[in-house]
Nanobody, 117 residues
Framework: QVQLAESGGGLVQTGGSLRLSCAVS????????LHWYRQVLGKQRELVAT???????QYTDSVKGRFTISRDNAQNTIHLQMNSLKPEDTAVYYC???????????WGQGTQVIVAS
C-alpha cells in the first residue's frame, strides 16, 4: 500500500511564501508522473503542477512564474515552492502519484493553504 503525506500548509499573508512537501512511502522512481492538485470547497479539483520521472515540469497558467515543483529522489519526496501567494491560491493542496501503464493512482490527504488578504 502506497502512502503519500503532505505537509507545510498554513496561513500566510498575500505576497508570502510556503513550501509544501509530500513524502511518499516507496521510491518515487516507481511513478511516471507526480502532481500537485488543489481544491476549493464546492469546486472541482484543479491540477496545479506536474513533474515527470524525466524531470519535466508543467504548471497551470495561474501559477506559472510563482510556483516550482521539484523532486528529491533520495528522500522520496516532492515539493511545491509557492511564492508571491495570492488569496485565490487558498485551497486544500493534494499530491498525487501515477503509474501510467497500470493506471494506478495514489493520493495524499491534503494540506490546507490559506492566503490572507
Amino acid at each position: 500500500q502506497v502512502q503519500l503525506a503532505e505537509s507545510g500548509g498554513g496561513l500566510v499573508q498575500t505576497g508570502g511564501s510556503l513550501r509544501l512537501s509530500c513524502a511518499v512511502s516507496r521510491t518515487i522512481f516507481s511513478f511516471n508522473v507526480l502532481h500537485w492538485y488543489r481544491q476549493v470547497l464546492g469546486k472541482q479539483r484543479e491540477l496545479v503542477a506536474t513533474i515527470t520521472d524525466a524531470g519535466t515540469t508543467q504548471y497551470t497558467d495561474s501559477v506559472k512564474g510563482r510556483f516550482t515543483i521539484s523532486r528529491d529522489n533520495a528522500q522520496n519526496t516532492i515539493h511545491l515552492q509557492m511564492n508571491s501567494l495570492k488569496p485565490e491560491d487558498t485551497a486544500v493542496y493534494y499530491c498525487a502519484a501515477h503509474i501510467l501503464p497500470t493506471h494506478d493512482d495514489y493520493w495524499g490527504q491534503g494540506t490546507q493553504v490559506i492566503v490572507a488578504s
